[in-house]
């Protein structure tokens, strides 16, 4: 059965910084790019950061380039996703995804959720930022 899980989300202010985990179970980490999507209410769900399979060269949405960074450790079958300079408007339930298909690389449409309607979703984990 596979599983992934994220973890590391929680109350924060404004220019603080926090740390999420996706850990996954049950498929071959080494075949998936994975994606780190968000959505705030009201709002539709976005990607915000795709990480090949390699962890190199990973895509970041605008909004985040510059104060979100991605490391990948296949060892551990986790990827991570240091937030920095937390601002309100990053206050968001926060997924991690697989994306099915294409060798192991992010997919061109890669911040549209339905890129990973094929692959494996996490829970979730809530970041709350205030200001």
């Known amino acids: 059965q596979v599983q992934l899980a994220e973890s590391g989300g929680g109350l924060v202010q404004a220019g603080g910084s926090l740390r999420l985990a996706c850990t996954a179970s049950?498929?071959?980490?080494?075949?998936?790019?994975v994606a780190w999507l968000r959505q705030a209410p009201g709002k539709e769900r976005e990607g915000i950061s795709c990480t090949n399979w390699s962890g190199q060269f990973p895509y970041y949405a605008d909004s985040v380039k510059g104060r979100f960074t991605t490391s990948r450790d296949n060892t551990k079958n986790t990827l991570y996703l240091q937030m920095d300079d937390l601002k309100p408007e990053d206050t968001a339930m926060y997924y991690c995804?697989?994306?099915?298909?294409?060798?192991?690389?992010?997919?061109?449409?890669?911040?549209?959720?339905?890129?990973?309607?094929?692959?494996?979703w996490g829970q979730g984990t809530q970041v709350t930022v205030s200001s």
């Open positions: 995804a697989t994306a099915s298909g294409n060798y192991g690389f992010c997919p061109g449409s890669w911040r549209s959720a339905d890129a990973y309607s094929g692959g494996y």
């Open positions: 049950g498929l071959i980490w080494d075949d998936y790019a």
